[in-house]
């Protein structure tokens, strides 16, 4: 195969699809983006709105995810000003609450030492004369108050912005389009698509699958058959509460089993409530939607840290996260992102396994690493880590 059309074809235009995109088409490459729906249709519409260091990754002791998080945290402030805001985040400590006010100090230490000691990295912990003062959060039992920084962010606008800086630096995107399949060569790739029910075939250097939930449905459907990772597709679900319940982001423990839910500030009348860990099972990760034990236990959550809240709910969704197969609970998983090749020598293929929001520029960055030897040198047209990203 020599007669390519593109260095590569990415299936999926979530986050990662998108960001492999820019990084590639920054570097000169010529790039295709098929999407069978819509930008950031999957799971990049549907996480917890965040762009964080992720701090209760310390209790895995995955400092190397924490401190990369914490660096592309803060580039995307400054890239993406209009898109990433830092906001206060608290944390009440209850008599009841698993985690003690010592450890939350020492993992919130470890956080501002993992990023530089910035101010944005650096904590405090509240006074009790204004506990008062934190929208309407229950006192009884409660310890100790910690504040930090992190960010949030609209992620379905976020990925747009980074598709559209894609498309700017000559990149394409054919939506919808549908995957059929795809055949390995010693050399290539070549694909099968459908868009407005005519099928194409294209050949390219790569073929990246970035298409999240169905990455294995993807890879399912190429020749020869390429190594799959063992993979457990977990379901988050968010609330939409019809009030404004809180001003700034609290950071709970779950009374029912102790996992971190994040309750929100979301647009100008509502509050976000998420998220929970739920193994999906069935075979269309497109049916995934709320579940009634889900609506349960995100209402107890909000129940519990502040019971005098409107618990109307306006709306609810859920995403699914692609995280690496096993018999325990997802809580304690990694959630590194998983990048395999088929090949260690001109690789023709890319699969793309979970990965975080955040992160999704130095995945990019480490994903073109890997393919360097399968594509051609070429003049770079921009550099990512100085690429303003400006709402679609």
Request: positive net charge.
């Amino acid at each position: 195969m020599n007669d390519y059309q593109f260095d590569l074809v990415i299936v999926g235009a979530g986050i990662h699809g998108a960001g492999i995109a820019q990084a590639a088409a920054a570097a000169g490459h010529s790039v295709l983006v098929l999407e069978q729906r819509a930008i950031a249709a999957g799971s990049s519409s549907r996480s917890s709105k965040l762009v964080h260091g992720g701090l209760r990754y310390l209790e895995q002791f995955d400092l190397k995810l924490v401190h990369e998080s914490l660096v592309e945290r803060e580039r995307l402030l400054h890239l993406a000003p209009l898109l990433v805001k830092l906001v206060p985040f608290y944390i009440p400590i209850y008599h009841n609450t698993r985690r003690r006010p010592w450890e939350i100090r020492a993992g919130l230490s470890l956080y501002a030492l993992l990023g530089k000691l910035r101010a944005h990295a650096r904590f405090r912990s509240l006074p009790r004369r204004d506990w008062g003062r934190l929208d309407g959060l229950q006192r009884a039992g409660l310890q100790a108050v910690f504040q930090y920084w992190d960010a949030q962010t609209d992620d379905a606008a976020l990925t747009r912005a980074v598709m559209n800086s894609a498309a700017a630096l000559h990149a394409q995107l054919s939506v919808p389009a549908s995957f059929s399949h795809a055949e390995l060569d010693d050399h290539g790739c070549r694909v099968t698509f459908t868009r407005a029910g005519a099928e194409q075939k294209i050949c390219c250097r790569v073929l990246v699958n970035a298409a999240g939930p169905w990455v294995n449905h993807v890879a399912a459907r190429i020749r020869p058959p390429p190594t799959r990772a063992r993979v457990d597709l977990i379901q988050g679900t968010h609330l939409v509460m019809d009030a404004v319940i809180v001003n700034s982001i609290f950071y709970v423990e779950a009374p029912r089993d102790g996992r971190a839910v994040f309750i929100m500030p979301w647009h100008e009348h509502s509050t976000l409530v998420g998220t929970t860990e739920t193994r999906f099972t069935g075979p269309d990760p497109a049916a995934v939607h709320p579940l009634p034990d889900e609506q349960d236990y995100l209402l107890e959550v909000l129940r519990r840290y502040f019971p005098s809240a409107p618990t109307r709910i306006r709306a609810s969704f859920a995403g699914l996260r692609v995280l690496p197969a096993s018999p325990g609970r997802a809580f304690g998983r990694s959630r590194e992102i998983l990048l395999l090749t088929d090949r260690k020598r001109q690789p023709r293929l890319l699969n793309v396994y979970g990965g975080k929001l955040t992160s999704y520029r130095a995945d990019a960055e480490h994903a073109l690493r890997l393919l360097r030897t399968s594509l051609p040198e070429c003049t770079p047209r921009a550099d990512t880590r100085k690429l303003p990203l400006t709402p679609a």
